[in-house]
């Protein structure tokens, strides 16, 4: 069993930054992909960015040039940078694991960009 623990959402004005973290209880070292999805009210869950055990990247077409994922495996931590925040970001983000024995899912973290 893999628990994934989200911080860092909150609420910000548009074109400000903030910077999500995700704990994992595992050695992420072990899992290929890990990634952030986000829902927003009335929406389905949308894949936002991942990252695999060879630092590779991939975005949404909605947030690439404006986010960043990484990973410190070292720390079983994985993050997302957002820079330019737009009022269509507002949702609930969630941590996501490709382990070996299955995909495992964080609680999620609010994100509202709202002045």
């Known amino acids: 069993q893999v628990q994934l623990v989200e911080s860092g959402g909150g609420l910000v004005q548009p074109g400000g930054s903030l910077r999500l973290s995700c704990a994992a209880s595992?050695?992420?070292?072990?899992?290929?992909?890990m990634a952030w999805y986000r829902q927003a009210p009335g929406k389905e869950r949308e894949l936002v960015a991942t990252i695999s055990s060879g630092h590779s990247e991939r975005y949404a077409d909605s947030v690439r040039g404006r986010f960043a994922i990484s990973r410190d495996n070292a720390k079983n931590m994985i993050y997302l940078k957002m820079n330019n925040l737009k009022p269509e970001d507002t949702a609930v983000y969630y941590c996501?694991?490709?382990?070996?024995?299955?995909?495992?899912w964080g609680q999620g973290t609010q994100v509202t960009v709202s002045s």
């Open positions: 996501h694991a490709g382990a070996p024995e299955g995909a495992y």
């Open positions: 595992t050695n992420i070292f072990r899992i290929n992909i």
